[in-house]
């Protein structure tokens, strides 16, 4: 039966799914499939969540729109399971806090801060530590590696806004341990969780390439990487991601 939003049957999908908020980052991604652009089939567009799915060295992978933000990747996610997803990988950017980060570096998370309302919703308030399945955050770590990166692994904190107005916003959060903001992977990474605990193979990892970064000294504004400086280090990332998720 399609769903709602993504408009897809379960056999449009692979089991391994990259999650890139971007529609543009998914054609992108599709393009570095088996056969280049324009041999992945696309398989939704619906509200421009654009989904496309084809083979990377002969596995089978998918990509699709996630959107801006936990509550359309909460949406999202929801349906990929009942699809049939089982490896889910967030790519994306996050604004970077912690102490030395730079920009372009990459940061891989273990664990999400749930400081979103999604799934503070989910939850009903309760307690709880949305964290990322250690064997797909330890592909993504060696994948990395053998790309000649380093990345920094550890928490990151899934937040709403984008432009937050409080002064001790990101030194708060920086003083906690967390080594960057982002937008999704809180919720990303309860629903595997919560499908995982019902009984079904499911596991979810994030890798972030840092854009920008917030100190006492410079906003993100300030800091965000120029658009070819970043796309080559979201081109090195989607690289790790691939051969990360088609490698178990």
């Known amino acids: 039966m399609p769903q709602i939003h993504l408009r897809a049957e379960a056999e449009d999908y692979a089991p391994v799914v990259l999650l890139p908020g971007d529609p543009n980052r998914a054609t992108w991604i599709a ?29 089978p992978v998918s990509v699709q729109t996630s959107g801006m933000g936990a ?25 970077g806090i912690g102490r030395g980060l730079k920009t372009g570096e990459i940061v891989i998370a273990s664990a999400a801060a749930p400081v979103d309302g999604a799934t503070r919703t989910y939850l009903h308030g309760d307690p709880y530590a949305p964290t990322a399945d250690f064997g797909l955050v330890r592909s993504l770590v060696e994948a990395a590696e053998r790309h000649g990166q380093k990345p920094q692994v550890g928490q990151v904190a899934t937040v709403d806004t984008f432009y937050n107005p409080d002064p001790d916003y990101f030194s708060k959060w920086r003083d906690r341990g967390i080594l960057a903001f982002e937008m999704e992977s ?5 629903l595997a969780a919560r499908a995982r605990a019902a009984g079904a193979d499911v596991a979810a990892a994030t890798i972030l390439t840092v854009s920008d970064v917030l100190s006492e000294e410079a906003t993100s504004e300030e800091t ?22 088609t490698s178990n």
């Open 31 to 59: 393009e570095k499939f088996d056969g280049g652009p324009g041999a992945a089939r696309q398989v939704t567009a619906h509200r421009g969540l654009l989904g496309y799915t084809g083979t990377y060295k002969g596995v």
């Open 71 to 95: 509550p359309s990747m909460s949406i999202v996610v929801e349906e990929l399971l009942k699809l049939g997803a089982r490896r889910l990988i967030r790519v994306g950017t996050c604004g």
């Open 186 to 190: 809180s919720v990303l990474y309860y």
């Open 224 to 245: 965000y990487l120029p658009l070819d400086e970043l796309n080559r280090s979201i081109e090195r990332m989607i690289e790790i991601a691939l051969e990360a998720g």
